[in-house]
C-alpha cells in the first residue's frame, strides 16, 4: 500500500512545489500589524488544501491574537490519534537589503528553496498535509486518526493559541502532537528532539536607605543594597556551579547512560564551542558536560543587573536600591510553580541584614519531556531510518517551546519533534532557505509517520 | 595684651558684619562660567583686605582654574607659621525659589545671617581674617607666621588649586594648616577634626561571550558575566563586614580608647540614626559602633552596577559582559596607591573561570589624621573652651577633604579643622545661614588661636 502512495508523491513533487510556492507567497508576517490580512489570507490557503484533501469540521478558529486553522478525520476507531501542529506565520524579513532574492518570490538555487518562511515553518508543515493528501488520494482513509492544528502567531509567542488551546481541550484531545519546526546537526545527522527545558523568571528588587547617601559621610554605617545585591547572587550558586536553594535538585529527573551516550554522538568539542562564543573556557555544574548541562540540568543565569551610577568617571554614592532580573531553565520533573517559592524563600533567607528584598515571579514554563522509550518517539525514528537511511540521535534543546509544554498539561500529550530543517537554514534571517530533497523526501517520511503512528497501540 | 585686641574685636563687630556683607553680595558660584568675573571680584576682596590690615606679598595667584589668593605676615622668627586655609567661592543658589531671602544680599534674622556663603565659607574665613586685623591693629604684630591661602574653586573640586599647592611647596611651607570650614555636632557641643578618610575608586568590566546569548541555547555551558560579577562583588566582604584582600588592614592605624572615648560624647543611638536614613538597621565591620565604622574604618561601597535587560518584563539573555564600580574609603596609614594594587590583585585571583576581568583604578585620595595629641591640635581646643566655655570633642569624619591630603602630601602639614558651623546651616541648600554669636565669637577665638599656636614650640 505504502509503494502506490510513495508513487505518488513522486509523482506530484512538482506540483507540491509550486503549491507550497503559493503559500510562501503570502508575506504572513504575524509581528506587523499592516500584514494582519496576510495572515489570515495564509490561514485561509491552510483551510482550502484540508478541504480539498478531504479533512472535515476544518476552518479557522478565532484567538485573541491571530486565528489557528483546525481540520480533523477521526475515521480510524481504535487506532491512536495525532495532532499536527505547526505555524503559517513568519518573521520579519529586516534588513531586506541583506536577501539575495525577493523573500516573498521563492527560487530553487544550488539544492535550496529560498524565501521566508521555507524551513520556518510553512516548509515542514507541508510536507504534512501533501503527506495527509497522498495517503487520503490513494488509499481513501488514514492509518490513523489526524487532527491539524496550524496557529498563526507562533513568531510573536503564541498567546492566544495557547489560550485557545486550554479553552479547547476537547476539540484537541490526542495521543501524541507531530511537531515539524526543528532541524538536524548536519546534513548526515537527523536528530529528534525529546524534551526542552522550562524557566522560572524573577524580578529581585533590593532596598537599602530611602535616597541615595553619600558614600564617604555614611559608608560603613550600613548594608549597601548594591553589595547586598552580588551576595543574594553569589549565594545562591557554589563554585561547582550547583543551585544552592535547599531541595533544588530533587525533583530533577537525572540522565540516564543511553541519553548521555546519544548526546555524544552530536556534541561538538568543548574548546570549539568555547571559541565560538568568545570564552576562554566553559564552565558549569560539576559532574556534566556542556551538552549535558545545557541540555539537561537546571541552569542559573543573572539577565540583567542594575544600580547606583554606571556614567563615566566616579560617583561616590550609595545608591537607595538596586536589583537583578534571575532565571533558572528547568528540566523534566521540575515544577515552576515550586520552584518559584523555593527561590522566593531562599533569597529571603539569605538575603543580608540591612536591606530589604522584593522578589517578583514574573512567569514560567513547564519543561517537557518524552520518555524516550515512548512509542511515539520510536515511531519517528522508524520513519526517518526507513525514508532517509539513517536511524536520528535523541537530542534535548536547552530552550523551551511554550506550546509543547501548553500540550503537555493541557491535553497530556507528549510532542514529538520530526524536523527536516539544518542549521545552515538561516531562519529569522535574510536568505532563510529549506532543502529541497528534505521537502521532497519530508513528504515521503510523513507517509510512513503516520503508518508508525498508527501502529502504536494505545 | 589680649584683652585690648579682644576689647578692639567687640568694638568694632558691626563694622566687621558690614564688612562681611559686601563680601557676601558678590555672587562667586565658582560652577557657573556667567559668574567667573563675581568669582575673580570675590578674591579681589580678600587681597584688598589683606593689604589694609598690613599683610605682604598679597595678591592673585592664577591657577588652571580661578585664582587663589595670597598673603604672608612672617616677622616672627623661632615661632610656627601657620597657613590659613579656606575658599571665597559659593554653591549655586538653585532651587532659588525656596530662598526666604535673597541669597546674594544678606540679613540678620533670629540671631543668624543669612546668605550663601555666610556659613561655607566666607563667614568663617572672615573670622580669621578679622581677627588678624584686631591683633595687627592693636599690637603692631601677630604672634606668629601666618600665610593665608584662600583659594576660588572649592565647591568644584579643587582642581587647579591643588595642582598650584604642589607647584609652589616652598611659599605655601608652613608648620600646621588652621581651616575653618566644619562645624559643631550641635551649639553645645563644639568639635575639632582630626581625621578624614581617603579613598581608592575602582572601575571594573567582566567580560565573557563576544556577544549576548540566549539564556536557553547557552545557560549552563558558561560563566555568566553578571553571575560573575556578583560573585567577585561577594568575594571581597565577608559576612561580619571586613574586607577579605590580603594584607588589607595590615596598615591600617587602629583606634585608641581616647578616641573611641571622644566619639562616644557625639554619637547618636544607631536605631535613630537607622531610622533617619531608612534602614531596617545599620550593619557593618564586627567589632566597632557605626560611627567608628564610618570615621575610623576602611569601608566598601559597590556605588554602581550594570549589565543586561533592566527593562519592563523579561528577556531571557546571557549577556557579553558587565561592570561594575566600587570604591573604598580608606583610615589613616593606608596609601591608595598600594591599595589600588591589593584590589586588582584580589579582583584578578577571585574572579571566577571561564570571564575575563579589567579592573580600572579611577583615582584616589590619601587619608589625614592628626595625631590627636598633636600640640596644634591641642592649640585649637584651648583656644574654642577659651572663647565659648566648653572643650571641643575630637572627631572624624567619613568623608575626604582632599586638599588636606594635598597639604599633608606636598606640605608635610597637619590641617587643624577649627569650625564655627551649625549641622543647621543648610549649606549647599536654600536658606544657607551662619550664627551671628558664632561669627562675632569666632574672632575672639581667632585671636586666642593665632596665640596659643604662637605657644607650640617648633
Request: charge should be negative; aromatic fraction near 10%; hydrophobic fraction near 40%.
Amino acid at each position: 500500500m505504502n509503494e502506490k502512495v510513495l508513487d505518488y508523491v513522486k509523482n506530484n513533487q512538482d506540483r507540491f512545489l509550486a503549491e507550497l510556492f503559493d503559500w510562501l507567497r503570502i508575506p504572513s508576517v504575524s509581528a506587523l500589524p499592516e500584514h494582519n490580512g496576510d495572515v489570515r489570507r495564509a490561514g485561509e490557503w491552510v483551510v482550502s488544501k484540508l478541504q480539498a484533501i478531504g479533512f472535515e469540521n476544518v476552518g479557522l478558529k478565532e484567538t485573541t491574537g491571530h486565528p489557528a486553522v483546525y481540520g480533523d478525520w477521526l475515521h480510524a476507531p481504535g487506532k491512536p490519534t495525532i495532532l499536527v501542529y505547526g505555524h503559517y506565520d513568519v518573521q520579519p524579513v529586516d534588513p531586506i537589503e541583506k536577501w539575495h532574492s525577493n523573500p516573498f518570490e521563492p527560487v530553487v538555487k544550488d539544492g535550496f528553496i529560498y524565501g521566508r518562511g521555507t524551513s520556518d515553518d510553512k516548509g515542514q508543515v507541508a510536507t504534512h498535509l501533501f503527506a495527509l493528501e497522498s495517503i487520503l488520494k490513494v488509499t481513501g482513509r488514514l492509518p490513523c486518526n489526524v487532527k491539524v492544528f496550524i496557529e498563526g502567531e507562533e513568531e510573536g509567542g503564541t498567546g492566544g493559541t495557547a489560550d485557545f488551546v486550554t479553552a479547547n481541550r476537547d476539540l484537541l484531545a490526542c495521543d501524541a502532537v507531530a511537531i515539524s519546526d526543528t532541524g538536524w546537526y548536519s546534513p548526515d545527522l537527523p536528530t529528534i528532539v525529546y524534551a526542552l527545558r522550562g524557566l522560572a523568571y524573577f524580578h529581585v528588587d533590593v532596598f537599602g536607605p530611602d535616597r541615595d547617601l553619600h558614600s564617604g559621610s555614611y559608608g560603613g554605617m550600613l548594608q549597601n543594597p548594591l553589595n547586598a545585591v552580588a551576595k543574594i547572587i553569589a549565594a545562591l550558586q557554589d563554585a561547582d556551579g550547583r543551585i544552592t536553594i535547599p531541595g533544588y535538585y530533587d525533583d530533577v529527573v537525572e540522565l540516564t547512560e543511553l541519553e548521555r551516550a546519544e548526546f555524544r554522538k552530536v556534541e561538538s568539542p568543548e574548546d570549539q564551542v568555547a571559541r565560538e562564543i568568545g570564552v576562554p573556557v566553559l564552565w558549569g555544574e560539576k559532574g556534566f558536560s556542556a551538552i549535558e548541562r545545557n541540555w539537561a540540568r537546571p541552569s542559573f543565569d543573572v539577565n540583567g543587573i542594575w544600580g547606583g551610577f554606571s556614567g563615566e568617571g566616579a560617583k561616590t554614592v550609595i545608591a537607595a536600591e538596586g536589583g537583578f532580573k534571575v532565571s533558572s531553565r528547568l528540566v523534566a520533573g521540575q515544577d515552576p510553580e515550586k520552584v518559584a517559592v523555593q527561590f522566593k524563600d531562599h533569597i529571603e533567607r539569605v538575603c543580608p541584614p540591612g536591606v530589604r528584598v522584593k522578589v517578583t515571579y514574573l512567569h514560567g514554563a513547564t519543561p517537557v519531556m518524552v520518555p524516550v522509550d515512548s512509542p511515539f518517539i520510536t515511531a519517528g525514528q522508524n520513519a526517518i531510518e526507513k525514508t532517509f537511511g539513517k536511524r536520528p540521535v535523541l537530542v534535548r534543546e536547552g530552550a523551551s517551546i511554550p506550546i509543547t509544554a501548553t500540550f503537555l498539561t493541557e491535553l497530556k500529550a507528549p510532542s514529538i519533534m520530526v524536523g527536516y530543517g539544518l542549521l545552515e537554514d538561516n531562519i529569522h534571517s535574510p536568505d532563510e532557505k529549506f532543502k529541497l530533497s528534505h521537502f521532497q523526501k519530508g513528504i515521503e517520511c510523513g507517509v510512513v509517520l503516520y503508518e508508525e503512528f498508527a501502529s502504536v497501540s494505545r
